[in-house]
């Protein structure tokens, strides 16, 4: 187990990995959380000549919570205000993640997405959503509805269809392998069974931070002149591990089932999302595909206390396959099942576009008094097709390196104001 062999690695790790002559820890960062963001920004860190990175993680093995349990979209970034983070890190990180898959062979498709319309009410949403995304410069068009029928017979669209031109899907599995061992090929160092238990902060962070892990019994702790939060659903409680009491946060918690298909026909190549819901906390029950072409569907929208409420609810099938129904009439309804859940982190109830009341953007940014800390909170979708973009954006807030797209983001959170309840 890491923590064991960690501690005979201290006495090396201690010789000069900071970049800081004053600072005498174990590593130069230190990255709690690993899903596909926290691999990203290991893997980023890892590439500064000069420097040493750890990644804790609390399972056994990466990517086990929010990055395996989505729809593994890449995702155009059509839904959120122009300068909100999830709108500049959703469409740098799209662009990023297929030459980044394509250089790697990793499995992707840009399968293109259809947002479709059945009434007069649901066609005035898919206007507003092209206008935002023009605006915002992502690609979208209609397509008529004797093109649609051409196109995806099995589809339906009484009023309209909205097609995304670079929206597509991504083997998130093969993703996160690739990152953990190119993390780990820079010499990066990844620990497991790694739950975070407390953090102290040295000399407000200007010492850098002590993170102690581990459990039964196994319990071990490390510096780090950099500390980075991307802990996903557990990302609040980290941070409020480590911010005074008045900048707590409460999480909540946001879970979508998924279902299977089992038949063999219908069959569309095309991701399929309904008009968008307003007030939704996510974009409704939408027809995705993996790499093998399989369809399934979700998810839908249920508010749960944990984030560990993983079991698969089956009290919303029977609404799932009446919204089913309405985009693709011809589906087997006895062939549709239950398959998975996942959790969105949230930082509130709210909907998922950025016009509705209770958006919630990205929160990623240093935060004032706590030098060398970057906080990571609410990072749902597009989180997965943001990852890349985020993890530059990370070294960018370190090391005051932000590229140019983020050099009107906000730098640093100065603390004032900050609500615990929302």
């Not at 990175?53 to 919570?65: A, F, I, N, P």
């Not at 490390?222 to 991307?230: D, G, Q």
Request: hydrophobic share 35%; net charge negative.
């Amino acid at each position: 187990m890491f923590a064991r062999s960690l501690r005979t690695r201290l006495p090396q790790c201690e010789r000069a990995f900071s970049t800081t002559a004053a600072h005498n820890t174990d590593f130069t960062h230190a990255v709690i959380g690993g899903g596909v963001v926290g691999l990203a920004i290991a893997r980023q860190l890892a590439g500064r000549n000069g420097t040493s990175t750890v990644l804790l993680e609390k399972h056994g093995s990466v990517g086990t919570e929010t990055s395996s349990r989505n729809s593994e979209v890449i995702h155009a970034g059509l839904y959120y205000g122009a300068d909100s983070l999830k709108t500049k890190l959703c469409i740098q990180g799209k662009h990023m993640m297929y030459d980044f898959c394509a250089k790697h062979d990793i499995p992707h498709r840009n399968c293109k997405k259809w947002i479709v319309a059945q009434n007069q009410q649901q066609w005035e949403e898919l206007i507003k959503v092209h206008k935002h995304a023009r605006s915002n410069g992502v690609p979208t068009r209609f397509v008529s509805l004797e093109e649609g029928r051409e196109r995806e017979p099995d589809v339906r669209a009484e009023v309209g269809i909205l097609e995304s031109e670079s929206t597509g899907i991504v083997d998130s599995h093969s993703l996160m392998t690739f990152l953990e061992g190119d993390f780990q090929d820079r010499g990066g160092d990844l620990a497991f069974q790694a739950p975070v238990n407390d953090i102290e902060t040295l000399g407000n962070g200007i010492e850098g931070y002590r993170v102690h892990f581990g459990e039964g019994g196994d319990e071990s702790s490390i510096t780090a002149e950099k500390l980075i939060n991307s802990a996903g659903l557990y990302a609040v409680g980290i941070s409020n591990m480590i911010l005074p009491k008045h900048r707590h946060r409460i999480p909540y918690y946001c879970k979508g089932s998924y279902y299977s298909y089992s038949a063999s026909t219908p069959k569309p190549s095309t991701l399929v999302y309904p008009a968008p819901q307003p007030g939704l906390g996510g974009l409704g029950t939408h027809l995705t595909l993996d790499m093998s072409g399989a369809m399934r569907f979700g998810p839908d929208v249920e508010w749960v206390d944990s984030p560990t409420d993983l079991a698969v609810n089956d009290s919303q099938l029977d609404e799932a396959i009446e919204a089913i129904s309405t985009y693709l009439p011809n589906v087997k309804r006895d062939a549709i099942g239950l398959d998975y859940a996942g959790i969105r982190p949230k930082l509130a109830k709210g909907g998922a576009q950025a016009r509705e009341k209770g958006f919630s953007d990205f929160i990623i940014q240093k935060e004032e008094g706590f030098e060398g800390f970057v906080n990571l909170l609410g990072i749902e979708s597009p989180g997965l097709t943001s990852s890349l973009a985020i993890a530059e954006m990370v070294e960018g807030l370190l090391y005051d390196e932000l590229p140019e797209y983020l050099a009107d983001v906000k730098h640093e959170h100065e603390g004032h104001g900050m609500l615990e309840k929302h």
